[in-house]
């Protein structure tokens, strides 16, 4: 007999996966701690919005947002890649082929150029992970996509740094022959594991243009479900959101463990884009609409912000000036 789901079905089973998670988390794993800490500065950002913030709330909103600035997933990242190589996704708004750019002089890649310009970094995949005193929450890969040329040192690599102690946000724009992979060969260290599936627009032209050589929407979609099913905690990264993401966020969110998290595109200015593409971005980052989303979507409990959206709409990060 074979058993699918309904829409109804997958909200009923989502219910009872997060109140177990949520249980279980929070005592010992660092995804667990880190769960926690969303849904606090999730509320003080709210209470900001609403005018009802204590002068004390919004000082530890305010560090929060100054001291964590580009790490509010996880303090640190790690990497396969040669660093003077690009990530073959080659997504026209990607910050690290800027970045690259910027302080390597490597040269802005012609988006027709892609897999030869990845190297995978031999020493990085060879590196001996010692047993951490301090065990510690690493995006993999920070500057690099999952590919089926390297998903097997990805696997390898992924495998040592869970088992040194450590625990992993596995971030990817994926493919399914990927994501079967990697659900398959990690099963064992899936507690200490989350799959962000980055999906930015349900719009294929937009998806063609912006981001060229990643899978589109369809897959992506099955991707997440593929990790859902497999029993993963799972989350999706909307940064940048790419058209309006309400009907992203109905369509995915049955398949999310955790979160949904909305982001401002971070327009590099190495970065140079077709004007009539570039215009149909306009709006989608400014202050009204960003005020609107964050109160539409008010009630989902698994969307959060980036702190962009939150600049975006006034509030700023301040560091706080220790008393002697
Ligand atoms: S997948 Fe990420 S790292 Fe790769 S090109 Fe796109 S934005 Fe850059």
């Given at each position: 007999?074979?058993?699918?789901l309904?829409?109804?079905g997958?909200?009923i089973?989502?219910?009872?996966?997060?109140?177990?998670?949520?249980?279980?988390?929070?005592k010992?794993?660092?995804?667990?701690k880190?769960?926690?800490?969303?849904?606090?500065i999730k509320?003080?950002f709210?209470?900001?919005?609403?005018?009802?913030?204590?002068?004390?709330?919004?000082?530890e909103?305010?560090?929060t947002?100054?001291?964590?600035?580009?790490?509010?997933?996880?303090?640190?990242?790690?990497?396969?890649?040669?660093?003077?190589?690009?990530c073959?996704?080659?997504?026209?708004?990607?910050?690290?082929?800027?970045?690259?750019?910027?302080?390597?002089?490597l040269e802005?890649?012609d988006?027709?150029?892609?897999?030869?310009?990845?190297?995978?970094?031999?020493?990085?995949?060879?590196?001996?992970?010692?047993?951490?005193k301090k065990?510690?929450?690493?995006?993999?890969?920070s500057?690099h996509d999952?590919?089926?040329?390297?998903?097997?040192?990805?696997?390898?690599v992924?495998?040592?740094?869970?088992e040194?102690?450590?625990?992993l946000?596995?971030?990817?724009?994926?493919?399914?022959v990927?994501?079967?992979?990697?659900?398959?060969?990690?099963?064992?260290?899936?507690?200490?594991i989350?799959?962000?599936?980055?999906?930015?627009?349900?719009?294929?032209?937009?998806?063609e243009?912006?981001?060229?050589?990643?899978?589109?929407?369809?897959?992506?979609?099955?991707?997440?479900?593929?990790?859902?099913?497999?029993?993963?905690?799972t989350?999706?990264?909307?940064?940048?959101?790419?058209?309006d993401?309400?009907?992203?966020?109905?369509?995915i969110?049955r398949?999310?463990?955790?979160?949904v998290?909305?982001?401002?595109?971070n327009?590099c200015?190495?970065?140079?884009?077709?004007?009539?593409?570039?215009?149909?971005?306009?709006?989608?980052?400014?202050?009204?609409?960003?005020?609107?989303?964050i109160?539409?979507?008010?009630?989902?409990?698994?969307?959060?912000?980036?702190?962009?959206?939150?600049?975006?709409?006034?509030?700023?990060?301040?560091?706080l000036?220790?008393?002697?």
């Amino acid at each position: 007999m074979s058993f699918t789901l309904d829409e109804d079905g997958y909200a009923i089973v989502n219910f009872v996966k997060s109140f177990f998670n949520l249980k279980s988390e929070s005592k010992d794993s660092l995804i667990g701690k880190k769960n926690v800490y969303h849904l606090r500065i999730k509320k003080l950002f709210y209470r900001w919005i609403d005018k009802s913030i204590s002068e004390e709330d919004l000082i530890e909103l305010r560090e929060t947002l100054y001291r964590d600035n580009n790490k509010q997933w996880a303090p640190l990242g790690t990497n396969i890649i040669q660093h003077k190589t690009n990530c073959p996704q080659l997504c026209r708004y990607c910050y690290n082929i800027a970045w690259k750019h910027r302080s390597e002089k490597l040269e802005i890649p012609d988006i027709e150029d892609t897999r030869e310009m990845f190297c995978t970094d031999e020493k990085r995949v060879e590196k001996v992970w010692t047993t951490r005193k301090k065990a510690n929450l690493y995006i993999f890969g920070s500057t690099h996509d999952i590919f089926p040329e390297m998903i097997d040192d990805y696997i390898s690599v992924a495998r040592k740094v869970i088992e040194s102690g450590s625990e992993l946000l596995i971030v990817t724009k994926p493919n399914i022959v990927c994501m079967k992979k990697l659900c398959k060969e990690l099963k064992d260290l899936k507690d200490k594991i989350m799959i962000v599936c980055t999906i930015t627009s349900n719009d294929k032209d937009l998806l063609e243009y912006w981001e060229p050589h990643a899978p589109l929407y369809k897959e992506r979609v099955e991707c997440l479900k593929y990790a859902y099913d497999q029993g993963y905690r799972t989350s999706v990264s909307m940064e940048p959101y790419l058209s309006d993401p309400r009907k992203v966020i109905k369509d995915i969110c049955r398949y999310v463990t955790h979160y949904v998290w909305l982001g401002k595109m971070n327009h590099c200015k190495e970065l140079e884009f077709d004007e009539e593409q570039y215009e149909k971005l306009d709006g989608l980052y400014d202050e009204e609409y960003v005020m609107d989303l964050i109160k539409d979507l008010r009630d989902n409990e698994k969307v959060f912000f980036k702190y962009s959206m939150m600049r975006a709409v006034g509030l700023t990060g301040k560091r706080l000036v220790k008393s002697k």
